[in-house]
Structure formats: C-alpha cells, structure tokens
C-alpha cells in the first residue's frame, strides 16, 4: 500500500536559482531535505500545476536517476496528474523544450548542471520550464526563492522505485507516470526543419567526413539516432556517445579547451570536414572545420545570414537577439536583412519573451549557444545539423563560409576570458573597482582607444517591460571594440570573473590576424582598469574562450 507522507523540513537559505536553476554540489544535493526543498517548492510556487501534466528528465549525471525517483513521488503527492520521464531519466534541455510545446504541456523539470563537471564530487542542478519550454523567468524563479525560504514540510509518495528503463505508463497514486523515448520526438522535429536528403546524400558522397563529440554527456544517444542511424555516416563518427554519470571524468564543455579530443581530430592531417561538440545537457555546440574554430558569436551571424538555405526557415526571418557580451556581428546581418537585432542579458530566459511574441528567429550566446524559434530553448544538435544543411547546399568548407561571411560583413574578433573559482570577496572588490571609475570614463583614453560610454547594463523586456539591471558592465569605445565584466550565474565555486573583449576589422587584408593578438590592446587595458591581477593574485585567466 502506498500513502502521502508530509515530512517536516526547515528552510536552506542558498536556494536562489542563477542564471539557469540551482546549481550545486552533487553533496549538497544530497543533504537531507536540500532536493526535496527546491522542489517542494517549485510544486507550491508556481501555479496551476495541479492538475497537469509535466515531463522530467536529467542528462544522466551523477545522481540523476535517484533524484528523479524523489521527485517524481513528490509530484504524486502533489497532485501532478501526469508525469511523462525520459527512458533511463535521461532527457535533452532542447528535448524537453521540444515535448513541452508538441504536447502542450505544463512544464518540465529538467536536472542538470549544464556543462559543470559530475560524479560524486560534481556538480548537480535542476531547474523548471514553463508552458511556453522555455526557462522560467524572473518573476518565476524569484517566486520559487521565496517560497524556498518558507518551507516547513514537503509532500512525498511512499512507493517503490519505479522502472524508467521501459517505455510504458504505470500508476502512482492518481498520478500516470509514462516512461516515453524522446529521442523519437526530437528527431522527427529536426526532420521538420532540415533537409535530411541533402544531407544524407553529402555523408554518402564519401567526400565529406564529420564527427560529433557526446562528451559522455546526454547528446551520444540523439546523435547516433540522427548522424549515424538516419544520416548514413559512419559508426564511430559520435565520439564519447555514451552518457556516463561522471562523463568519462571529463568536463562537458564544448569549448577548444575541453573538447580537446575532438580539436586535435579536427586539427590533424586529413582530419574531418566538420567537427562539432555538445555539453552536458545537449543545449550547446561547438562549431570547427580543419584547422578552424567559429565563434558562437559568429556562428549565429553565419546561421542568421544563410538561413534562406534551409527549408525550415527559408521564409521571412523576423529578427535575431543576442546577449549582451555576445559580438555584434548577428547586429551586422540584422541591419543588412532590415530586421530587428536585440540586445539582451545573459541567459536563455530572457530570449522567452521575444520569440513567443514572434518578434525573433533566431537567438545566440557566446556561451556557445544558439537556437531559434522552434523550441524556447538553446539547441546544441540543431546547430550542427543547421551547419550541416548549410555545408550540403554551399558546397563549400566551413572556413570558407566564415571567411566569406568575414568579406561581407567585416570580423568582429571575439574573446571571452574567464577567471574561474575566485575568492567570492576579491572577485564583488573586482567589479566594485570598475563600478566606481565608470561615471568618469566616458572620453577617457584606453589602451590607445578613446571611450564612447561606459555602464552598467539594464534591461527592459520590450514585450512585458520587466527590468533587470546589473547585468554586467560594459565599456564601449568610439571605435566599436568593447570590453564587458561580469560575474557568471553557473559556477559553483567562489566566483567566476567573465572578461569578454571585441574589435570590429573590416579590413579583409587583416582578418588573418591570431586573435588574442588583434585583441591585445583592449587585453591590456581591460587589465588596467580592473586591477584584477592584482586584486584575485592571478596573473592569467583560467579559461580563454
Ligand atoms: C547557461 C545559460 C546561458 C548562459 C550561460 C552562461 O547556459 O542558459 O544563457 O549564457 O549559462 O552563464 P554565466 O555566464 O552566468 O555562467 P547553460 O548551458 O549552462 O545552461
């Protein structure tokens, strides 16, 4: 027999989600009441759940599929009519954006600590999506903190663990648990958007290679279905395709730092003609050819400006969105296409509300995001198979597309650097530093360039008008470059001081140029005006992206 316990708990003050969900130590996580908590609250603080049905699913990390069965019985218990989980707990972001928005339904709740490292001394996290798939916003996720802060006791189903390796429904309570394959879904939404003859015929030519690293995150699996099973291309082109809990103890992280298997593959002699990675959760990508990396801010620019190429947007692209430190080569194409560019702060959310009103098409990170309006979410694969299109119908290389993308449109030289698990104190006296000289910035002299304005960067949602400020400073000189500070929201130790440095080329004759040299300039001066050596003690950023 199975009953409803109520369990008494007491409030974790550290429950406020950052820039996507809670993220933590897998060892906080498995505090006493912490999962349970949060989730607790999400069920009390976000309406209409009652009632309705909702998908779950993880990435398969460390701690996935035990949490799963937890929340999965605190929905019974909270009077969810219907869950729907992903066979093996392991469900894609894009996926469950994708199946929120085909089904209708009310929401999800995906666990996952994106590209953050797992196993037992990793990372975890979870977060909710809204009807629309998306990430909840603001208002959302302040309503879950502050429900968060008021717990006394939690609903749970007392029940065995249930079988999520079987498709299939079975009955908790009054609650339907169907156990459904996502991948099915996911594909036959790409299938909608991409010309997967063209493609296939590409593989087949025996002419081109690719190869997609999983990181032994969640991708392998969706990967194999499409490149491998669908696409014709050979086994072993999914590299790390098996989603592992600690992920082979590597970082899931698409960047030229931990995807470094799959760059020396692409940087070898006759290496393959398109390499591509994705992160923990699937929602991001990279993008390489021989010898060549795109910048995420690039590859939106390049995406937004061939989308003519691919059936799924060969209609009218009504505009493209950024955030904020992401280059300003998409605003180059939106202007050439006479549509909207907008500017937004870091993090998917804010994308939400621009593409539900239809006023966008396309969306991207430098944080090696980028996605459209088919789901409310960043999608790793879809890039890739939107480079793939686009390789199968220019006929060109992928350094060729960009290279002549650069001839078009100039090239805005890019890149971030990070200063990863800083003192929390060093990095507020860091930011707190630049905060101060900004009023008296403006027509000062850096690193050679003159400023045009500095600030600190606030947004007003265009569609319901909700503001967010501080979301990041940014000094922008009268020749375009600029350099941006922020504090990442997804680290889970001490802080993360973000660095992210831009300079517009038009030239074609210096586009050649390596790029921490184009940038050496505003390196130096961005430098100076932290004083972030000198404050955290580091002499060089951690990761330089
Ligand atoms: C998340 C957000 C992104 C954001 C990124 C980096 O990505 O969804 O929108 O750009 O974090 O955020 P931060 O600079 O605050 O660390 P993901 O892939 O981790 O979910």
Known sequence: MSIIKTVSTQPFPDQKPGT??????????QTPHYLENFVQSIFLAVDGLKGSTIVMGGDGRYFNREALQVIIKMAAANGIARVMVGKGG?????????????????????????????????????????????????????????????????????????????????QLGTMTVQVFDSIIEYVELMESLFDFRKMENLIRSGEFSLIFD??????????????????????GTVIN???????????????????????????SQGGPDLGAASDGDGDRNMILGKNFFVTPSDSLAVIAANAHLIPGYSGIISGIARSMPTSMAADRVAESMGID?????????????????????????????????????????????????????KKDSVEGIVREHW????????????????????AQLVMEGIRKRLPAMGGESLGGQTVAMADEFSYTDPVDGAVSTGQGIRIIFQ??????????GTGTEGATIRIYLEKYESDPARHDIDTQDALAELIAAAGEVSQIHEITGRDAPSVIT
């Open 90 to 170: 392991i469900l894609s972001t894009p996926a469950a954006s994708c199946v929120i928005r085909k089904y209708g339904l009310k929401g999800g709740i995906i666990l996952s600590a994106s590209h953050n490292p797992g196993g037992p001394d990793g990372d975890f996290g979870i977060k909710y999506n809204i009807e629309n798939g998306g990430p909840s916003p603001e208002h959302v996720t302040d309503a879950i903190f502050k429900q968060s802060l008021n717990m006394d006791s939690y609903r749970i189903f007392e029940a065995e663990d249930l079988n999520l390796d079987k498709p299939g429904e079975t």
């Open 214 to 235: 999983g990181m032994n995150a969640v991708t392998g699996p969706y990967a194999r279905a499409i490149f491998e099973d669908r696409l014709g291309a050979p086994e």
């Open 241 to 267: 395709g098996d989603p592992l809990p600690d992920f082979g103890g590597g970082h899931p992280d698409p960047n030229l730092k931990y995807a470094d298997q799959l760059v020396a593959m692409m940087n």
């Open 479 to 488: 020749n375009g470059s600029r350099i941006v500070f922020r504090l990442s």
């Open 341 to 393: 560019c907008y500017e937004t702060p870091t993090g998917w959310k804010f994308f939400g509300n621009l593409l539900d009103a239809g006023r966008v098409t396309f969306c991207g990170e430098e944080s090696f995001g980028t996605g459209s309006s088919h789901i409310r979410e960043k999608d790793g694969l879809w890039a890739v198979l939107f480079w793939l299109n686009m390789l199968a119908e």
């Open 407 to 426: 001839k078009q449109f100039g090239r805005n030289y890019y890149s971030r650097h990070d200063y990863e698990g800083v003192d929390s104190e060093a």
């Open 20 to 29: 996507s969900g809670l993220r933590k130590k897998v060892k906080m996580f």
